[in-house]
């Protein structure tokens, strides 16, 4: 039996859930919930989007990577978000998260 489909690998990468804080005093990654959701404090106001790039912008600068590779997958408009971070383990990110609690 011959097969008509070739297998491709496809993005890796890890899920974060996030609860953003808008509007703080500074931007940081305050602590991790019980549930394993990471709490986040950006300046920007959530207006037009501008509290989205600031959470992306610090995420990129926490772990080192280009902001391309972070997107949000889910809660665009809300306060819960799903990040997805391609080109990192769910390992390393956690490692990198922890080291960056303020």
Known sequence: MTRKYKLHN????????VRLTPKASRNAIVGIQED???KVHVTAPPVD?????ALIALL???LDM????????????????????????????????????S
């Open 60 to 62: 990129a600068e926490t």
């Open 66 to 101: 280009p902001m391309e590779n972070i997107s949000i997958v889910a809660g665009e408009t809300g306060r819960d978000k799903l990040i997805s971070i391609l080109g990192m383990d769910a390992v390393t990110l956690t490692t990198l998260i922890r080291q960056h609690l």
């Open 36 to 38: 394993g959701t990471v």
């Open 10 to 17: 496809g993005k890796v990468g890890s899920a974060l859930a």
């Open 49 to 53: 989007g501008q509290d989205n790039e």
